[in-house]
């Protein structure tokens, strides 16, 4: 399991993902999950995945093999919308094909989810989550991020903090407190946390940064988060109906 999230916001893109991926408790390794595609002045696009590891490995290489042909690539489709339909296609053939390979062999999840976001010359900032089916959906103003993986931990304090209008700079470290709260719960996700900005035409990363176990802002987060939680909860009075 993993989880990555990605925001599009009036200010720019921030995607983040981990980098755990296991195959049970004694088999954990570390593979980054965010990918870069980039032409400087022209197109940024940050692709994240979610899911079985052959399956979306098997994809990007697939997507940056097709790099440099004259058939459709990410770097010379004219839209995101574009972008992401190809991304959807190769997701869809490499699954379908794996399943048709292992049909007699057991049951295995292929699946995988995918965040696709960035900026093409000629439109604005666009974010899709793509589906193992293939389809997608784009974000919104009233939805300006998506998650992938084990999202459920991390999404109280996004919905309640995130905006379009909020900067970038508030939005890292509502990611960050998101993931924090995500590994505290399931163990299937941790450090290193892969962290990106693109800001608005830009067309390129304009910031990178990898969270390492030692990172003392992560740290430091992380405990006052803790801390300020139990202080709301303290505060709280208890329901005037319990007589105990």
């Not at 830009?202 to 030692?214: A, K, L």
Request: contains cysteine.
């Amino acid at each position: 399991m993993t989880y990555c999230v990605a925001m599009r916001l009036n200010q720019g893109l921030l995607f983040a993902s981990d980098s755990r991926t296991n195959a049970g408790v004694d088999h954990i390794s570390t593979f980054s999950k965010m990918n870069v595609f980039e032409q400087s002045g022209e197109r940024c696009l940050v692709l994240l995945n979610a899911g079985n590891l052959a399956t979306t490995q098997s994809v990007v290489t697939k997507l940056r093999k097709r790099i440099g042909s004259d058939e459709p690539n990410l770097m010379n489709v004219s839209s995101i919308f574009d972008a992401a339909e190809l991304v959807g296609d190769e997701v869809k053939g490499i699954i379908t094909g794996y399943e048709r390979g292992q049909a007699n062999q057991g049951a295995i999840d292929f699946s995988c989810t995918f965040l696709l976001g960035g900026q093409i010359k000629g439109e604005h900032p666009r974010l899709f989550l793509i589906y193992s089916a293939g389809n997608f959906i784009e974000a919104t103003r009233d939805t300006p991020y998506f998650q992938i993986g084990e999202s459920k931990y991390g999404k109280p304090i996004i919905d309640r903090v995130v905006k379009p209008e909020t900067s970038l700079r508030e939005a890292v470290k509502c990611a960050l407190v998101s993931f924090d709260s995500t590994m505290r719960s399931n163990l299937s996700v941790g450090l290193p946390i892969d962290l990106a900005l693109v800001d608005t035409d830009s067309f390129q990363v304009t910031f990178r940064h990898r969270i390492e176990s030692n990172d003392p802002y992560f740290g430091t987060i992380s405990q006052q988060w803790g801390e300020g939680l139990k202080r709301v909860f303290n505060g709280l009075e208890p329901p005037d109906w319990l007589d105990i």
